[in-house]
Nanobody
Framework: QVQLVESGGGLVQAGGSLTLSCAAS????????MAWYRQAPGKQRELVAGGNTDYADSVKGRFTIYRDSAKNAVYLQMNSLKPEDTAVYYC?????????????????WGQGTQVTVSS
């Protein structure tokens, strides 16, 4: 199996910064993609940042996603945080695994980390 463990969430004042981390471990042949999603209360889960250049319009210029492929890790640097950024942030990974001689890609989610931005 594969586990995604997130860290770095917390409470921050508007205008502040946080960095989220996510590390994948387990039976991994390779990782095709990693991304960050978020879900605010009463709203659907949305893509925040993925790949190298895919960002939600609401975070462009403020958030940066970067990967450390050697560590199977992805990070989300969040600057100039706003109260509307308050949500549970989830790490996502598409992992290529070989099971019983067969290879296939599987989607995995982290448990989520709470980010709260106070005004």
């Amino acid at each position: 199996q594969v586990q995604l463990v997130e860290s770095g969430g917390g409470l921050v004042q508007a205008g502040g910064s946080l960095t989220l981390s996510c590390a994948a471990s387990g039976s991994i042949s390779s990782i095709n993609a990693m991304a960050w999603y978020r879900q605010a209360p009463g709203k659907q889960r949305e893509l925040v940042a993925g790949g190298n250049t895919d960002y939600a319009d609401s975070v462009k210029g403020r958030f940066t996603i970067y990967r450390d492929s050697a560590k199977n890790a992805v990070y989300l640097q969040m600057n100039s945080l706003k109260p509307e950024d308050t949500a549970v942030y989830y790490c996502y990974a598409e992992v290529f695994r070989v099971v019983a001689g067969y290879g296939a890609s599987y989607a995995y989610w982290g448990q989520g980390t709470q980010v709260t931005v106070s005004s």
